[in-house]
């Protein structure tokens, strides 16, 4: 599956389902994952030893308690899963990646590199230099939303339908705060060829007025929320068997079909247990 290429509206879970465990955890991203998400938002930080985790705030103060900056924290020590992790965790999921800061571009990708998943990647949330810069070092598979200047350029210019002459954009996607959607902006994204994604929507109500009105993809704490909105609208795409599931699948009968054969030895095969412990600390 490669980015946007599924049917219907997208249903993204933001930080991984910050509404079902905490945010940008094992936890929260196997309770979204469990209910079909094939759409995942996290952000990237870079740690001391230069590992590009899941962690969304610059400090720890918030989630940990502690005044220290994720820059100055070495990643055994913050306890948030690696870019890295998560794209091997689940490797039929695409990913929305808010790059948080310039120094997270590069081991960005990196990882994004070294799991082969620049396809099924989507990079948002970032100036569009960072954005550029990252699409060069991973290649033209990489998707990205647009950078916050073309985002405001698109903002100011879409109520009016005006297409500004020097506008020349590879994105594909525009995120946009949900204080500041609207059918004007969505209608000008769409001329422009952009699929919007609103974020971040927690209220099934406003989720149903953003559906009617056109928008192509939604983030949410909720997505269990936002899956019985759309399935409630006849709009939920149901995932595929995941290749995980299939390879496990495959062990798991031969291995029983061994030992079928081979009543007296005991063998043993390995069973898929996909309850991860919750990564969070502090």
């Known amino acids: 599956m490669s980015y946007g290429s599924t049917r219907g509206p997208l249903a993204i879970a933001h930080r991984g389902g910050a509404g079902l465990a905490p945010e940008n955890t094992l936890d929260a991203f196997n309770r979204s994952y469990a209910l079909g998400v094939r759409y995942l938002e996290t952000d990237a930080r870079v740690t001391a030893d230069g590992v590009c985790v899941a962690f969304h705030d610059g400090s720890l103060r918030r989630l940990r308690r502690r005044p220290d900056l994720v820059c100055e924290t070495k990643s055994h020590e913050l306890g948030a899963p690696?870019?890295?992790?998560?794209?091997?965790a689940f490797p039929d999921a695409c990913f929305a990646i808010d790059v948080k800061d310039?120094?997270?571009v590069l081991p960005l990708a990196r990882a994004i590199s070294a799991a082969d998943a620049a396809h099924r990647?989507?990079?948002?949330?970032a100036w569009d230099g960072w954005l550029a810069k990252l699409r060069s070092d991973v290649g033209p598979a990489l998707t990205t939303a647009l950078g916050w200047r073309a985002?405001?350029?698109?903002?100011?210019s879409a109520p009016a339908k005006i297409i500004p002459p020097w506008w020349h954009e590879t994105a594909r996607f525009a995120h946009v705060p949900a204080r500041l959607v609207s059918r004007r902006t969505i209608g000008g994204a769409h001329m422009l060829g952009l699929r919007v994604v609103v974020w971040t929507v927690n209220d099934p109500p406003y989720m149903h007025q953003l559906l009617d009105a056109g928008v192509d993809g939604i983030i949410t704490d909720r997505p269990d929320l936002l899956r019985e909105v759309l399935i409630a609208r006849d709009q939920w795409t149901a995932p595929l068997d995941s290749r995980v599931s299939q390879a496990r699948r495959a062990e798991h009968t031969e291995a029983s079909a061994q030992m079928d054969r081979r009543p007296s030895a005991g063998a043993e095969h390995d069973v898929f247990n996909p309850d991860v412990p919750d990564e969070r600390h502090g």
Do not use: N, Q
């Open 82 to 88: 690696s870019i890295a992790d998560l794209l091997r």
């Open 102 to 104: 310039s120094e997270a």
């Open 121 to 125: 990647v989507c990079a948002a949330g």
């Open 151 to 156: 985002l405001a350029t698109l903002l100011a």
